[in-house]
């Protein structure tokens, strides 16, 4: 059962890793390729519709790691756990700075 749940977890990181590239391809090279900002909204609008579902497949990793694996997933986690909380609350704080700034515009 190890082994099914080991490929499972790798297809999603693997998943996680390709759809994830076009994101952080546009995003790395919007300062260097829009001219102007109706240039940088069009490179930025192109990952909107996909950036949110891109992200589902990390968090299904590391939930499939936690309920599969608990024992590595305690040791590979441990010891980041401020780095990962930093990361977190960042993630979140983006999020909510975007949907209210939508309401209000």
């Not at 499972?8 to 391809?25: N, P, Q, S």
């Not at 983006?94 to 309401?103: F, I, L, T, V, Y």
Request: aromatic fraction near 16%; include cysteine; proline fraction near 3%.
């Amino acid at each position: 059962m190890g082994f099914v749940w080991f490929w499972l977890v790798a297809i999603m990181l693997v998943a996680y890793v390709v759809l994830d590239g076009f994101d952080l391809g546009v995003g790395i090279l919007h300062p260097f390729l829009a001219h102007n900002e109706k240039e940088r909204q069009l490179m930025l609008r192109t990952i909107g519709p996909v950036w949110d579902g891109n992200e589902v497949w990390l968090i299904a990793a590391g939930g499939t790691l936690y309920f599969a694996f608990p024992l590595l997933y305690a040791s590979a986690f441990s010891g980041c756990a401020n780095a990962r909380n930093d990361y977190l609350s960042c993630v979140l704080e983006e999020r909510s700075e975007k949907s209210w700034c939508a309401r209000n515009q």
